[in-house]
Structure formats: structure tokens, C-alpha cells
């Protein structure tokens, strides 16, 4: 008989998967008032203590999506969305649809488009969008590359005369002239001539992007390059209880002013103030990440250096007398030995992505304790093109989870949503497969690198717990750490298909259990 010491309640129906090496699996667990674990057991025990019998075959310790986009997965359920189209034509068709649906709308955006999906991989025109009334704006689905009409172009200014931003592209014909699509800070020219959002829709993006997650089961979201006028939103609703899971933020460190007043915020509710997202390069899809060597496919380019490595290396120093971590998107080779030159010294930096990674520099990740932050998804929707552009030996340094584990660099995993599904599940499924979701190909994509269930669970729990320093409440379901779960309808580790058809039938965030997710 379990000796009464405080108001406990004990837990039972699934298999709780621990992440606790002493005890990987457990029958029951007990939790006091404030949403702590204080035993787990092997057996249900004999006890006084209020039972309550949770659903589902399995819980998992809470999962995290240690990278995406709250507001962009807002944003994408109001804007014309344009992921999975395969042709540019099937583009064109869907824009003319919404826009005819939308004539009140000024400036048509969207967003998902990527030429390397389509029968013809190259990148579109701004001819093709002529035909709508009015200026069109379309993002690339890794948000590093856009596609204007010649509308946009001439409301922004765009022309033969204007020279590449650094760090930017203006893709131009043999004249001179823009094509129509512009590679990342070349983004830039474009932002002041978008509508700013008002606050109104910031906290309407922020709650739909963030329910989302809960309904996908997410415990919690690392959301990266957030703006400071989102921040002061994001915060006034932890202020207020209106945050549904837990929120790490890290700033937009392009923006200046955050790094002036972000001292000034307060970790509250269920929103933690982490610290600041930096760029090192751009996208592999775009060819905008930076590599040592030029592009298999294309052997012009080498990619573009988003943020001066001077600049980088200033802005980890004041992060650092800040006491927030920096957070720093990194893709290419040459973009990650950037980021790995300006760490020394500095715990716990995060390289976002860590793509494509050279040999040489995997022993610099575990000198520099650095957090490997990657998407298990970008390898599976990647892998179809990404020999062809990187080259047979340097793709072998590309989405290497068991080179990093084996290595004991921390591994964080997320979706980078909206570019990928938030879904954790089929994440967890191309960790352990490296496979699409039709099985292809039958072994595996370079299959030496899949991960283990318990390994891939890690990762999107306690490794993403370890990546906002929090491994010692979070992350597992053990004694001393909150309680935190996500719960599955079916347990797939015996048939890993079972990933991508399990579903979420309830979340547990901070010990307060909600069964009504969707």
C-alpha cells in the first residue's frame, strides 16, 4: 500500500515511455498538486490515492517541435497555400482562383511553392503571374526565396538598375533584367511594402498556430525569429492564461530593437523568453545555404552568407552578457563552420538545421557543447534532390542524426512549420525510416543514419528540453519533472507505418489533462 504524504493522483491506462534509462517503461505514475512526477512504478500499486485511468496505448513524454513558426502556421490558414502543387501552371491556377475569391485583398501572398516538386525544376517567372490585377507575392516553402509578378516588382522598384543586397539574390535574365523571383535578403526590398499586421491578427495567428500544435500534440514550441511586436502580444497572453502549451521564444535577430529591449521581458505563464534567432546562410532548396565548395548542380554558386560572421560573433557576445542563448540557422557547410568559429566560449549555442555538415566539424560540435536543432522531415522531403545538388560524398555529411548521436552532440528535433508539417509523428517516422510516406525507398535514404523509436522520441522530448536548458524538469517522465504527455491511440514501435496512421488522444501540459484535442 502506497503510504499517504501529500494529494496525490495516480496515473494508469498506457505504457508511460520514460526517457528514464532505470525505468524506460511504467505502469502507473503518481503527480502531486503542482503537476510534478513524484514515482513512477513497474505495477499499478495498491493505494488511497485517486486513480484515474488516462487513454490511449501510449504516452510519450510530452513532445516538443523544438523549430517552427507559430505565426506562420497561423498565416497559412488565411493565405493561399501552395504546398504540394507540381507544376508551375497547377501555381498559376491556384493564385487566379484566390484571387478572384479574394477581390478585397490588395497584395496576393501565399506561400509553399518549391520548383524542385515540380516536372520542371526551375524557378518560375513573373510573366506567369501577369495575368492577375494585381501584385502578387508568393514565398518559396522555405520562406528563403520569393516569386513576384511584374505588378510587385514595379510597386517595390525592381528593376535592371538595382543591385543585389548582400547576402541577396535578384534572379535576372541575360539582359539584366528580374526574373521575377528574389533569394533571400533580397526579400528584404519587398517588406515595407507589405500590409503590417495589427495586433488584432498577431494574437489570432499566435492562438491559431499554437492550438494547432496542442491538436497535433505538441507539449510545447521552440518559435524562431520572432518580431518584437509579436513578443509583447505572445506575452500579454501568457499574462493572461490564453497560451494552450508552452512557448520558448527567441527573438528575430535581424531586428535591432530586440536586442535593446529584451531584457525588459518576462518569462510568464507558459512563455519562456529564450533568446535570439540569427542567420548564417539561406536554404538548400534555393541554393542559398552557403557551402565550402560550389553546388553539384550548378557550379556558379556556393550559396550567400546571410550574416557577416564579425557581426555573428558581436551578436553572441551581447547574448551572452544578456544571459539568452542564440539560436542560429545554419544549412550549408561553409554556413555551419561560420557558426561553429564564432561559439568558442559560448555554452549551449544551437545551430538550427546543421544540414550539411563537414566532416571536420562534427568534433568542433562536441568541443563547443553546441545542440544539433534539426527537422527529420527536411531529410525526407530533400532526399529525392539533394544527392544531385550536393554530390555523392558531401551528402554523406547531410541529415547525419546517428553521425551527431554517435558523436554525443545533442540532438533536438522539430518540423520548422509552416515549410513542414507540425505533425510530430511523421517526424518521429522519417527518424526511424528515412523513408516517404509511400515506404519509399524500400531501405532507407542512406538508412546508416535512422534513429531508434527511443532515440527519435528523445529527440522530440528530452533532447528539445536539453536545447532550452531545461532537462531537468522537463522532457521526461520521471520523478521531480513536471508531468507533461502526449498520448497516442495506438503504440507504433513494433510497426513503424503506425506512425503516420497513430493519433492524439489527449495531452497532459504542466499536469492539467485535456482528452478534447482534435
Known amino acids: 500500500m502506497l503510504s499517504v504524504v501529500a494529494a496525490l493522483i495516480i496515473y494508469t491506462g498506457p505504457v508511460f515511455i520514460t526517457n528514464n534509462p532505470e525505468m524506460p517503461e511504467a505502469a502507473a505514475i503518481a503527480v502531486d498538486q503542482n503537476g510534478v512526477v513524484v514515482e513512477t512504478y513497474s505495477e499499478i500499486p495498491e493505494t488511497d490515492y485517486k486513480i484515474i485511468e488516462l487513454p490511449g496505448e501510449i504516452a510519450l513524454p510530452g513532445l516538443h517541435d523544438a523549430h517552427l513558426h507559430v505565426e506562420g502556421i497561423g498565416m497559412l490558414a488565411e493565405q493561399l497555400s501552395l504546398h504540394g502543387e507540381k507544376t508551375a501552371d497547377e501555381v498559376v491556377k491556384k493564385a487566379i482562383a484566390f484571387a478572384k475569391q479574394h477581390p478585397e485583398v490588395s497584395i496576393i501572398t501565399g506561400r ?5 516538386d515540380w516536372d520542371v525544376q526551375q524557378f518560375p517567372t513573373a ?9 502578387v507575392y508568393l514565398r518559396r516553402v522555405d520562406g528563403h526565396a520569393a516569386w513576384l509578378n511584374h505588378a510587385m516588382l514595379e510597386l517595390v522598384g525592381i528593376t535592371s538598375e538595382i543591385v543585389d543586397p548582400d547576402g541577396g ?11 521575377g523571383v528574389l533569394i533571400d535578403n533580397a526579400l528584404d526590398l519587398v517588406s515595407d511594402f507589405l500590409p503590417e499586421r495589427t495586433d488584432a491578427e498577431r494574437k489570432r495567428h499566435i492562438k491559431t498556430g499554437l492550438q494547432a500544435c496542442a491538436d497535433a500534440g505538441l507539449v510545447a514550441v521552440h518559435n524562431m525569429g520572432m518580431s518584437l511586436a509579436s513578443v509583447r502580444v505572445a506575452t500579454d497572453m501568457a499574462k493572461k492564461d490564453e497560451l494552450p502549451i508552452r512557448l520558448f521564444v527567441y527573438f528575430e535577430g535581424s531586428e535591432d530593437e530586440c536586442w535593446k529591449v529584451a531584457n525588459d521581458f518576462e518569462s510568464t505563464g507558459l512563455l519562456t523568453i529564450q533568446g535570439f534567432k540569427l ?43 544578456m544571459g539568452l ?28 538545421h546543421s544540414q550539411v555538415v563537414h566532416p571536420d566539424d562534427f568534433e568542433l560540435y562536441v568541443e563547443n557543447e553546441v545542440i544539433a ?12 534532390w539533394a544527392e544531385e545538388r550536393l554530390g555523392a560524398e558531401r551528402v554523406k555529411g547531410a541529415y547525419a542524426w546517428r553521425t551527431m548521436l554517435d558523436n554525443n552532440i545533442p540532438l533536438a528535433f522539430g518540423s520548422d512549420s509552416p515549410i513542414e508539417d507540425y505533425d510530430p509523428l511523421p517526424g518521429i517516422y522519417a527518424a526511424v525510416t528515412r523513408k516517404d510516406k ?13 534513429l531508434t523509436d527511443a532515440e527519435a522520441i528523445a529527440a522530440f522530448s528530452s533532447g528539445a528540453a536539453y536545447a532550452v536548458g531545461r532537462e531537468a524538469t522537463l522532457g521526461k517522465i520521471a520523478k521531480g519533472y513536471k508531468f507533461d504527455a502526449t498520448l497516442l491511440d495506438k503504440d507504433p ?8 496512421s497513430a493519433k492524439p488522444v489527449g495531452l497532459v501540459v504542466d499536469g492539467k489533462i485535456n482528452l478534447e484535442i482534435n
Open 493 to 500: 514501435r513494433a510497426n513503424h507505418g503506425l506512425w503516420l
Open 169 to 179: 539574390r535578384i534572379l535576372r535574365d541575360g539582359n539584366g533584367n528580374p526574373t
Open 279 to 321: 542567420y548564417a546562410d539561406g536554404a538548400l532548396g534555393s541554393r542559398g545555404a552557403a557551402l565550402l565548395e560550389n553546388y553539384s548542380d550548378d557550379q556558379h554558386q556556393n550559396g550567400l552568407v546571410l550574416t557577416d560572421p564579425v557581426l555573428m560573433e558581436k551578436r553572441f557576445r551581447m547574448a551572452e552578457k
Open 438 to 450: 509511400t515506404g519509399w525507398p524500400e531501405n532507407g535514404w542512406y538508412s546508416e543514419q535512422c
Open 112 to 116: 509553399g511553392w518549391d520548383q524542385n
Open 373 to 384: 536543432s534539426m527537422q527529420p522531415t527536411h531529410c525526407t522531403s530533400d532526399m529525392y
Open 325 to 352: 542563448q542564440v539560436a542560429v540557422h545554419a544549412i550549408g557547410d561553409r554556413g555551419v563552420r561560420n557558426t561553429l568559429n564564432c561559439v568558442k566560449g559560448y555554452r549551449r549555442c544551437r545551430i538550427e
Open 127 to 135: 510573366e506567369l503571374m501577369d495575368s492577375i490585377d494585381r501584385p
